[in-house]
């Protein structure tokens, strides 16, 4: 098979990035073992973050809500979805999905501030606040589907 030379600098150029990356460790994939390790990393990270706020809570509660309204749950999911889908083009579409969804679902929180006035159990406050986010999901399904 005979390449054009603008093609052999395109399969040089994604050799040359497939090398790079494999060197770095980034984006290089033999199949099932990278899906597997990356979920297994996927799942160690994310839990160790979840985790750690919870266990702060307790010792630090500004500290602990400060690193939990951080976007870090968007941060390490753009970041899977990137390694192990490589779409911009959908990374773009989550990214805008999720700027609208962020104040939308900030409504969980108004029948826990609404506790220090009426007050309210526990599970009371988390199933109203539950009930807020459905009705936001369903506005914010209203407003990404109008995109």
Excluded at 28 to 54: P, Q, R, W
Excluded at 94 to 102: D, M, P, T
């Amino acid at each position: 098979m005979v390449m054009k030379h603008s093609e052999r600098g395109n399969h040089d150029n994604q050799r040359d990035q497939d090398h790079s990356e494999q060197a770095a460790g980034i984006g290089y994939h033999d199949g099932e073992n990278y899906l597997m390790s990356l979920f297994i990393l996927k799942i160690v990270i994310s839990a160790s973050l979840i985790a750690t706020c919870s266990w702060l809570a307790g010792q630090r509660p500004g500290l602990a809500g400060f690193l939990t309204a951080l976007p870090l749950a968007s941060i390490l999911a753009i970041t899977w979805a990137y390694l192990e889908h490589r779409d911009m083009g959908r990374i773009n579409d989550y990214a805008v999905s999720i700027l609208v969804a962020v104040p939308l679902s900030l409504t969980f929180f108004i029948p826990f501030v609404l506790n220090r006035w009426i007050k309210m159990s526990f599970w009371v406050s988390l199933t109203m606040g539950v009930l807020f986010l459905l009705v936001s999901y369903l506005i914010h399904s209203a407003l990404i589907r109008g995109r």
